[in-house]
């Protein structure tokens, strides 16, 4: 059973930092991809970020760009998003997700595994 577990989501103040966390289990982790989406009060769950199996490739949302870094450490079967220079907008549920296959891209139905998410609130 693969489980995915969130973690380091809070409340912080624009243009200030959090990193989140999220630790794997019930698979071969370096095998698949994984990625972060996040979803608003009243809006659709979208794409934030995401890595290879072998953490070698990266894509993101264009709205964070530049500001998000997605990053894995399969010895620690963890998938981590630094989220510097933080905006009011990107408060949202960030969710962690495992991909199906070594790429996984931005399609949500290319995910077969989903965390509970962490709530990321950003003060203006």
């Known amino acids: 059973q693969v489980q995915l577990v969130e973690s380091g989501g809070g409340l912080v103040q624009a243009g200030g930092s959090l990193r989140l966390s999220c630790a794997a289990s019930?698979?071969?982790?370096?095998?698949?991809?994984m990625g972060w989406f996040r979803q608003a009060p009243g809006k659709e769950r979208e794409f934030v970020a995401a890595i290879t199996g072998g953490g070698l490739g990266t894509n993101y949302a264009d709205s964070v760009k530049g500001r998000f870094t997605i990053s894995r450490d399969n010895a620690k079967n963890t998938v981590y998003l630094q989220m510097n220079s933080l905006k009011p907008e990107d408060t949202a549920h960030y969710y962690c997700?495992?991909?199906?296959?070594?790429?996984?891209?931005?399609?949500?139905?290319?995910?077969?595994?989903w965390g509970q998410g962490t709530q990321v609130t950003v003060s203006s």
């Open positions: 997700a495992g991909g199906r296959g070594s790429y996984s891209g931005a399609l949500s139905t290319n995910y077969g595994y």
């Open positions: 019930g698979r071969t982790f370096g095998n698949y991809a």
